[in-house]
């Protein structure tokens, strides 16, 4: 997914989910050899009448509006250098749109589109971002607080890829370890982007002892919302080993 696109380019998609107040997630698809790989975009509402887009998916005009009516779009959030497809042209959508990025991703990320920051600039104490530690810096993620729910929404460190559609995807799946029995951290992820596996652990014990957790979104798969505090001290022994 290092490609960048140009023009406002609609691929395979499925409604948008409401899945908490002023939080919606919409499930896509990339297209590739034998199969499509699905991918995930997630808005949420801030302060303000304003919105921030997590990993940017373009949409049928329909969805747009409905991702309008929330808000206006006021912060794209490209997770890491490996996210930046849709950038391009939601930047050329919404020229006023701020670009936030994991800081050790600025430079591929920039290729796409202008990067404002790599922390929260948007003001609102209920949706943190931070660069998750151990990731050498690649990796975001967002925590969005909506009374007594949290809900954690984090980009390649989980898999949860439980439906691949053709035998490439379920072959790159498997292979991958992207998920399809249950979440997993892919391998990919594991060797090339995760630098210091025992901080990165840590970080995700932290997120398991906030009682207030509810789901975790990934970007590749389903929301997990079934136990999300085990699941994450489950993959935080992975790391231990």
Known sequence: MSRILDHWTVMPHGPIEKIDEGLLTVA????????????????????GG????WSAIALAEPEMA????????????????AHRLDARIWKHRYPEIQVVTASGARIRVREAVPVDAAEAIWNDPAVHFLTVPGTAGQEGALTVRR???????????IGHVRHPHGLGAHILARLMGFGVTGPRI????????VENPGTLAAQFRQWADDPALRRIIVSHGDPIEEDPASILR?????LDT
Not at 147 to 157: H, Y
């Open 234 to 238: 489950t993959l935080a022994k992975t």
């Open 50 to 53: 304003r919105t921030a887009i």
């Open 147 to 157: 009374g007594d729910a949290l809900t954690l929404i984090v980009n390649d460190l």
């Open 186 to 193: 892919p391998w990919p992820v594991k060797h090339r982007i």
């Open 66 to 81: 409905q991702i309008e009516a929330l808000g206006r779009p006021s912060f794209l959030i490209v997770p890491s250098g």
């Open 28 to 47: 896509g698809e990339i297209m590739m050899p034998l199969g499509r790989f699905p991918r995930r975009m997630t808005v949420i509402a801030l302060t």
